[in-house]
């Protein structure tokens, strides 16, 4: 072969190969080394491909055509290798000299091609159909390849046409190869799964492009939660925690031992002194007397199993890391090139006798390189998220896991909200923080790697310029620590006005009916006026630190130039030099800052490490002292010498209890409150600490605590309790729960939503629906803790007969009962009486009361207490309307304190519309109803009932973010500031293209400069003007970013206060309606948004922009050709951005969404620990989390891969930037020269992280813009009435108190019946009114009415001679007092609550308090009236809080006094006081008294009986009681003869 170059040759030829004019290698060399490279690689991976299949195969799939062509392509290949071969053979009978390596490729490739058919075979097995490694190896083949092409195509061109068959088979092997390629592209689908990331092809893999469809079907259409693909199998939670588990045991154990350890060392060193003189035996028991005091003086909370948690992960996690650690490698490795190829470049250009072949090489390089770099760096970040967000997951997973096992002693040092924040905050810090780890390694690298660089350009005088950047290392530490203890000052000034934002929307009722709202607003504006402040000193904190980041390049560059044309005159600045170290300095700006971040974000992720390996190191519940038994064991429950405690440090709380229960009994538990009747309930279910003694049960249990727990959703939901529905039972538990009734009044019967923690519930339905779970569990054995506490006398009995008694439903089944209820005593089968955690006596009842023991004196002070035992009640279901319970005491359940706060009273049945009562077509009995319903399978279009839905769908938006949100928002910053603030960077970027311009001139020097003829006063000069020139870019900037901080702080001002003036004079319908996180949530979240995050986005995107249009600008002004390139990218930059911004917003906003339903649910089963654990239940809760916590998951992960798919577009259009910008340095060589050259390529290299920037915060715009869009939502809801308007009622009004009503009506919303429907009648002055009436009859409607809580919907109410709806708000409810039916207060001083406006003197107020019989304990509180009252009135007894409110209502002094009276919360003694108090105070005054206990009002002088919004009796308590109307029965019912018989 007549161009086959011997192999000797090879050496000096190659040594010029860049000097010869044609780019060309030896043709030996390119049918050697470049036809082995691509198939060494194949067969070297081959087996462990085909292992690999072998191993993973899954079940074979269809033959597909693309799995066809690409089989024949191959197959064309291998009879194209056989002719080659057949060739050869044939000319070397001819000819002698045939060289080997003729004969051994073509057999070579035979024997490849073969392999290949087999990989493409195998690959049926797989999910995925197109293999990593065959993909390379065309690329590779492809690419190898090109060098012969060339070759054979100049040979040709010159004639020589000896090779004529070779070549020809040469390209259309080549052919083949290259249609291959763009087969293996596509991706095949597989029919067993629907997510296409997992059937990718390798090119699509790396590129994202399989994520294509997601993007475009976001575009078209906001994405749905169905839209989004589930996660890979092995990155769910279940996968991820069974192995994080399996690794964590053992983790957990060598950390208890060494906890252990250290404790032992601890005691030995403590008790070190006293031990010296024992002798052996002694000191080693004295060790473990010493170790017990250790443990009681750490107690749990200082010393806990540590440095576990990191180990376990990285175990779980070890080969993502590794992958990615590779990746990241080759990213910055290749990241040093770049520079590299730059100074090549623009030596190029200085040197006219180059060849221009090798330019285009540069080129070429300069974009493969930057190409690799990209998909390396992409593919790290994905594996890099997918590893943070696989860290989260498993975290939160083994949080929700360790919460359902976690022991009381252990999770009484976390509140809900702690273990909530643990489970949100440190868990999202873990995943931050995996993320960035490699960020540690990789920056002292790049540190490493730029210093050798930049040495061997400019020598030492770079350490000048190095040493600036570290210098300001401290200085930006300084100034990040100081801004971080303003955010923390900060942080406590929005908890603090969180708190009171949170008090003000739970006690908004009584800030409306005291008309308060302006003293609460103050309070929030001072708080807000200090965290503005502070806002402000960060936002200046802020501008100094990016102005610092901002001037360190600037800086750097001016120095070190300076310092290298100082330091010796024959140091000339070249533009290689120059240009070069720019490139170089500017990737050394990236790791020195982030250097200090990412330590920073590892030391605050070691606490959240901390908190972490402490919850999770816990110990849990120990169930041993609890014997499970199914067979041969006579009794249900029995208690051996059984004592427990809540916590191992206290004595027990249940001493030495020896009790027998058999099956198929009633056991009553008595005794007084705190006599440890809850405790032995909690024993009994595995809650409590064991002491010693034991607990044996025979079969299933079935729970109703004293503290109902109901779950968020369908009452169904709650009763069914995961279990299947079976509708006979369903409906027999209804009515035996005396349900029925209650679901009639509820719009969309058992389907009515209940809202968080039961708010729209009273607290007797929360008890009765707790009572038809258990029943409905079907379990062996009942614990019932007090379930009749909450319900009326005469519900109480209904059920006791229908379920516990000897009749009930519940007959044959084991039942344990606490009861308070004395008058069901003597129809159980044994009693037993507790006092202070031991038994006293057990037995009958009837044996009980015989041995007059301490049984019968309980009894005897009951009966003297309440009067008649069955007087307690007025009407069927009164308890619908007092919400509070009886309050457990606070003995009884220790770990529930916090969780008793008062719920706001928020009936719902007034609320909800009457169709089943008003309309009489309608009044099949609900059960029929239900029947039916059932039966069509409750078709999914059913239009829900009105009002149904108690709590609106918190709106999504969909969509564009309007322009209007963001004028408002621009507004708010001021017209001025904004152009002011544009200028200034404007000027900035001005400066920045003059001082690169400058630079280049600069370097231009050095042609017409030699070092030894360089004038001084042109070198000062040019370093003069440059370090201006930088100057001024500083200034501008620190001026524009301290201006930013002014106007976006007075924005965050101007919208806070819009939302609070609007939100307190929003009508009550609307706080109804919208759960208060709903509203805290704009204060909190999205107020801190426009604080803290928006101005940082607005201003990094100015700055993006002006940098890119800057860079572009001075890229045109060197060739003006390059705009006909800029157009097109341009267009498809902006559409991939369109594209990408729908997308990645809306997958957001599903992030949102999805994540809040994991933490409610979580905050939910911890508040439902023990009736979670008591029905074994723990797994279906388990599962329902980690469905939750899975959809949360595959949003954040659609989210990531969103970003990527973008960044990868994005880079590549940097990349073809730079491409084409030295492709065009390269074509018009002629007219530019080197410093040009490495000008417009050195801003052109930075332009693709800019890019990448821009959209980033144009997303990051969009997504916090939102939050403006929220606020304004809530800026613009409907106000009530003005507080004051011009008609002012006349002074000293209302002096008489005469209210007369007019035909009244009302209703609660637009949607709804009618409450009241004509309500007329006259109040004379000083009348004293009781109203009465079942549930819904319109009582409370009344009052709200009277104060226009609700306005009239026709007719009206007329307070002496004024119309109460012509006057303001303000100006009617100042005048009227009222004593709520939940005492409500707030955090503050005593005196604030009883005078928030300092309106009255310390005398009238001890006056009031005096009255309120409070004085005495006032006087003795140490602070007096400055006593601080916690959140709601936490530590004040309820009773206290009642007598603060009648104080409050004292201090009024008005003529018309309403009162909702409130009879669950305050003992008898109490009520006593009240009544007299008001009956002497108020006897001038016109009251209205809504009552609840018929003997409360029988002293009125009128009463007034309301049904169905409808008055039906209205006279004296005398003149009712004689006629039989409907008021006598309620009386008969309460066991009231006469107007006397009630007297206390």
């Not at 929005?494 to 009584?510: A, C, F, H, Q, Y």
């Not at 806002?535 to 120095?559: E, H, K, N």
């Amino acid at each position: 072969m007549s161009i086959f170059n011997n192999l000797s040759v090879l050496v000096p030829q190659n040594s010029s190969f860049l000097d010869s004019p044609e780019a060309d290698l030896p043709l030996c060399f390119e049918q050697t080394v470049l036809v082995w490279i691509p198939l060494g690689f194949l067969w070297f991976l081959a087996p462990w491909q085909l292992l690999h299949v072998y191993r993973s195969k899954i079940k074979r799939s269809p033959i597909t055509k693309l799995y066809l062509a690409k089989q024949v392509l191959v197959g064309f290949l291998l009879i194209l290798a056989a002719v080659e071969l057949a060739l050869v053979l044939t000319e070397d009978s001819g000819q002698a000299t045939v060289p080997a390596i003729r004969y051994t490729n073509p057999s070579l490739y035979l024997g490849t091609w073969l392999l290949v058919l087999l990989i493409q075979h195998s690959r049926r097995w797989c999910m995925q159909k197109d293999s990593w490694f065959l993909s390379l190896f065309w690329i590779l083949s492809i690419l190898c390849g090109i060098f012969q092409l060339q070759t054979l195509i100049r040979t040709l061109l010159k004639g020589s046409s000896s090779n004529l068959a070779y070549s020809c088979l040469f390209f259309i092997c080549y052919a083949l190869q290259i249609l291959i390629l763009i087969l293996s592209a596509f991706s095949e689908k597989d029919a067993s799964s629907t997510n296409p990331s997992f059937t990718a092809s390798f090119l699509s893999s790396i590129t994202f492009s399989w994520y294509d469809s997601i993007i475009m079907k976001g575009y078209k259409q906001p994405l749905t939660l169905e839209d989004v693909w589930d996660v890979d199998e092995e990155i769910k939670t279940k996968a991820l925690v069974s192995t994080f588990e399996k690794h964590m045991v053992g983790e957990l154990q060598k950390a208890r031992k060494a906890l252990q350890g250290r404790q032992r060392r601890k005691a030995w060193r403590a008790s070190g002194d006293g031990l010296r003189g024992l002798n052996k035996n002694q000191s080693q028991s004295q060790d473990i007397i010493v170790l017990e005091e250790v443990k009681k003086k750490s107690g749990t909370t200082e010393d806990f199993p540590k440095s576990w948690l990191v180990k376990t992960l990285f175990k779980t996690f070890y080969i993502m890391l590794l992958k990615s650690f590779l990746l990241k490698l080759v990213h910055d490795l290749l990241m040093f090139l770049s520079p590299q190829l730059l100074k090549l470049l623009i030596s190029f250009t200085n040197d006219r006798d180059a060849h221009v072949w090798t330019a285009y090489l540069y080129s070429v390089l300069f974009f493969v390189v930057a190409l690799i770099q990209s998909l390396c760096l992409q593919c790290y970040f994905q594996m890099c998220f997918r590893l943070g967000v696989s860290v989260r997951t498993t975290v939160m997973a083994s949080i929700y896991r360790k919460a359902l096992t976690l022991s009381n002693q252990a999770r009484k040092q976390y509140t809900i909200g702690e273990t909530v924040n643990l489970m949100s905050v440190d868990a999202q810090k873990l995943m931050d923080v995996t993320s960035y780890f490699h960020l540690l390694w990789s920056d002292v690298l790049q540190i490493t790697l730029s210093i050798y660089f930049l040495w061997a350009e400019l020598g030492p005088s770079i350490l000048a310029g190095v040493g600036v950047m570290v210098l300001l290392i401290p200085v930006n530490a300084i100034l990040a620590a100081k801004s971080r203890a303003i955010q923390v000052k900060n942080m406590k000034n929005k908890d603090k006005r969180l708190k009171i934002m949170n008090e003000i929307l739970s006690g908004i009722k009584i800030l409306k009916y005291f008309a308060w709202e302006p003293s609460f607003k103050n309070q929030v504006h001072e708080l807000r006026k200090k965290e503005l402040k502070n806002l402000l000193a960060f936002g200046q904190m802020q501008s100094v630190i990016v102005f610092l980041l901002y001037l360190t390049p600037v800086l750097v560059s001016v120095i070190t130039f300076s310092v290298y044309a100082l330091v010796d005159s024959n140091n000339v600045l070249d533009a290689e030099k120059a240009f070069t170290s720019i490139t170089l300095f500017n990737i050394l700006r990236f790791p020195l800052s982030m250097l200090p971040m990412v330590i920073s974000s590892i030391l605050q992720a070691s606490v959240s490490r901390d908190r972490l390996e402490q919850y999770l190191g816990g110990d849990d519940l120990d169930p041993s002292a609890i014997c499970r038994l199914d067979c041969n064991f006579d009794k249900a429950v029995q208690f051996s010498e059984a004592s427990f405690t809540w916590d191992q440090d206290s004595e027990a709380t249940i001493r030495d209890v020896n009790l027998d229960i058999m099956p198929g009994q009633l056991v009553a538990v008595v005794g007084t409150v705190g006599s440890g009747k809850s405790s032995l309930m909690s024993a009994m279910l595995g809650e409590m600490e064991n002491v010693h003694g034991h607990i044996t049960i025979k079969g299933t249990i079935a729970y109703v605590p004293q503290q109902s727990w109901i779950q968020n959703g369908t009452i169904r939901d709650n009763i069914l309790f995961g279990s299947e529905l079976d509708e006979k039972r369903y409906q027999q538990i209804l009515e035996a729960c005396a349900l029925l009734q209650d679901l009639e009044v509820l719009p969309g019967g058992d389907l009515a939503e209940i809202g968080e923690k039961g708010i729209n519930l009273s607290g007797g339905q929360k008890q009765r629906i707790s009572l038809a779970r258990a029943i409905y569990q079907n379990s062996d054995i009942y614990v019932l803790d007090d379930p009749l506490s909450a319900v009326d006398a005469h519900v109480g009995k209904h059920i006791f007969n229908k379920i516990l008694g000897p009749k009930g439903l519940l007959k044959g089944k084991t039942r344990l009962l606490v009861t308070h209820s004395i008058h069901f005593l003597p129809q159980v089968d044994e009693i037993v009486v507790l006092g202070n955690g031991t038994i006293l006596e057990k037995g009958s009842y009837s044996t009980l009361l015989a041995k007059k023991g301490s049984f019968a004196k309980i009894l005897k002070t009951f009966t003297k207490q309440t009067g008649p035992v069955e007087e307690a009640t007025v009407n069927e279901d009164t308890e619908e309307e007092d919400d509070c319970g009886l309050m457990p005491s606070v003995e009884e359940i220790p770990e529930d304190v916090a969780s008793l706060t008062m719920k706001r009273e928020n009936s719902l049945h007034q609320i909800l519309s009457r169709n089943s009562r008003s309309n009489s077509r309608h009044r099949k009995s609900l059960r029929n109803s239900l029947k039916t319903r059932n039966v069509n399978t409750l078709k999914e279009e059913e239009e829900p009932v009105k009002g149904q839905k108690l709590i609106k769908k918190e709106f999504i938006q969909t969509g564009k973010v309007k322009f209007s949100i963001y004028l408002k928002y621009l507004q708010a910053v001021g017209w001025f500031s904004i152009f002011f603030i544009i200028f200034a960077y404007v000027i900035n970027s001005v400066a920045y293209i003059g001082s690169n311009l400058w630079l280049s001139a600069w370097t231009n020097d050095s042609k017409t400069f030699n070092g030894t003829n360089y004038p001084a006063s042109q070198r000062d000069l040019r370093i003069g003007v440059y370090g201006a020139l930088g100057l001024v870019q500083g200034a501008f900037v620190i001026i524009a970013n301290l201006w930013n901080a002014y106007g976006s702080t007075h924005a965050s001002n101007i919208l806070h206060r819009q939302l609070l003036t609007n939100i307190l004079q929003a009508p009550m319908s609307f706080f109804d309606t919208t759960p208060t996180g709903r509203i805290v949530n704009r204060f909190s979240g999205d107020i801190s948004t426009v604080d803290d995050t928006l101005p940082l986005s607005l201003r990094s995107w100015i700055l993006c922009f002006l940098g890119i249009i800057s860079t572009l600008v001075m890229i045109c002004t060197a060739t003006p050709i390059f705009i006909v390139v800029i157009i097109p990218l341009g267009l498809i930059y902006a559409s991939v951005q369109i594209f990408y911004v729908a997308t990645s917003r809306q997958l957001k906003r599903l992030d949102s969404v999805t994540r809040s339903p994991i933490y409610s649910h979580f905050s939910e089963t911890m508040s439902g620990l023990s009736v979670i654990r008591a029905f074994e239940h723990q797994q279906r809760f388990l599962k329902h989390n980690e469905v939750g916590i899975d959809t949360n998951q595959k949003c954040v992960f659609s989210w990531i891969t969103s970003n990527r798919w973008l960044a990868v577009r994005l880079e590549l259009i940097g990349n073809l930037i730079v491409f084409f910008s030295s492709l065009m340095m390269v074509i018009y060589r002629d007219t530019l020269s080197g410093d040009t050259v490495g000008f417009v390529l050195s801003n052109a290299l930075n332009i693709t992280q800019t890019l990448n920037w821009l959209v980033r915060m144009t997303s990051e715009i969009e997504t916090n813009i939102v939050a403006v869009e929220r606020i304004n939502e809530y800026i613009k809801v409907e106000n009530e009435a003005p507080w004051v308007t011009d008609k002012r009622p006349p002074p000293g009004w209302p002096s008489k108190g005469e209210i007369r009503f007019n035909n009244y009506q009302v209703r609660y919303r637009p949607e709804l019946d009618l409450v009241l429907r004509g309500i007329t009648c006259d109040i004379r002055s000083m009348e004293k009114i009781g109203v009465v009436g079942r549930t819904g009859a319109g009582k409370s409607s009344l009052t709200n009415g009277l104060f226009r809580i609700l306005e009239a919907a026709g007719g009206q109410i007329i307070i002496d001679g004024v119309d109460i709806a012509s006057i303001g708000l303000h100006d009617l409810r100042e005048k009227l007092t009222i004593i709520p039916q939940d005492p409500i207060l707030f955090s503050g001083s005593l005196r604030m609550n009883l005078d928030p406006f300092n309106n009255h003197s310390d005398e009238e107020i001890w006056k009031a308090l005096e009255l309120a019989h409070l004085k005495s304990f006032v006087s003795g509180l140490q602070l007096g009236l400055s006593h601080e009252v916690t959140e709601a009135g936490d530590n004040l007894s309820i009773g206290q809080r009642q007598l603060l409110c009648l104080a409050r209502a004292l201090l009024r002094k008005s003529k018309i006094l309403v009162m909702d009276e409130a009879t669950a919360a305050v003992d008898l003694e109490t009520d006593h006081l009240i009544q007299t108090t008001i009956q002497k105070e108020f006897s001038h005054c016109t009251t209205i008294t809504i009552a609840h206990r018929l003997h409360t009002i029988m002293d009125s002088d009128k009463i007034m009986v309301l049904d169905n919004g409808k008055i039906v009796e209205y006279g004296s308590p005398q003149d009712l009681l004689r006629s039989s109307g409907p008021f006598y029965l309620m009386a008969k019912e309460a066991g009231i003869e006469s107007v006397n018989s009630t007297s206390f």
